[in-house]
């Protein structure tokens, strides 16, 4: 079974600081997906970032980068810029590709954003 | 366009008693999830629908949970009887299904469900 692991459970970051949250994963397939969801408190979940493991070239989304090392299965996210209204959960996803695949979250690091 | 609306948005109930959630995805999503989310904790996928097909249960514990999507739209995930280890958000999402995008989920807002 497929497993993902977030060792921070709490970030902090002053305003306009860059900040990288970290991922590994546990998968013995070859083609998967990654995310990287963001819960703001009371409020919906948001896709920020995916990226397809067969695609060596790392995920952008304006401040948000991720930092994929496929071999050492780790999947990072740096956030640029750090701006008041990204303080939030923050969840990696992990999901196989190939037909109808179950999607497996890591327990979230809470970011928090210093004015 | 519409996101995900899921129903009530807060509910207390007893243990042993019985309760449902609503989920209305995205208009045109093939594809619904039922996430069961423990504070502290990330969602973990309860069921999973294709249209209104089972892809996924392996999760739900189905001696006292279940979940319909009749006419692959809108679907309701019942407890009965509910447990005081059962108190969690209950999140949907919905995705495409069908194209490149297909797996990018949209979640509602959730149902936060209290047993005492």
């Given at each position: ?11 902090s ?14 998968t ?15 409020r919906?979940m ?39 209204g990204?303080a ?16 497996t ?11 | ?13 007893e ?29 973990k996928?309860?069921i999973?629908f ?8 392996s999760q739900?514990p ?7 999507r009749?006419?692959?739209v ?42 005492l």
């Amino acid at each position: 079974a497929q497993t993902v692991t977030q060792s921070q459970p709490e970030m902090s970051v002053q305003e306009a600081e860059t900040v990288t949250l970290s991922c590994t994963y546990d998968t013995s397939e070859s083609d998967y997906y990654l995310f990287w969801y963001k819960q703001p408190p009371s409020r919906q979940m948001i896709l920020v970032i995916r990226q397809e493991a067969y695609k060596q070239q790392n995920a952008t989304e304006n401040r948000f980068s991720v930092n994929f090392q496929k071999a050492a299965k780790s999947f990072s996210l740096k956030i640029s810029d750090s701006q008041l209204g990204d303080a939030a959960m923050y969840f990696c996803a992990y999901e196989g590709a190939g037909g109808y695949q179950k999607v497996t979250f890591g327990i979230g690091t809470k970011l928090q954003v210093i004015p | 366009e519409a996101g995900v609306a899921q129903s009530p948005r807060y509910k207390i109930i007893e243990k042993r008693q019985s309760v449902a959630f609503w989920c209305n995805p995205i208009s045109g999503h093939a594809t619904l999830y039922w996430y069961q989310q423990i504070l502290g904790q990330g969602p973990k996928l309860l069921i999973q629908f294709q249209n209104n097909g089972v892809v996924d249960d392996s999760q739900l514990p189905k001696d006292r949970f279940s979940a319909e999507r009749l006419k692959g739209v809108d679907s309701t995930l019942k407890i009965q009887p509910a447990k005081l280890e059962d108190s969690a958000v209950y999140l949907c999402a919905s995705s495409l299904g069908e194209t490149e995008a297909k797996n990018i989920q949209y979640f509602g807002a959730g149902t936060r469900l209290s047993v005492l």
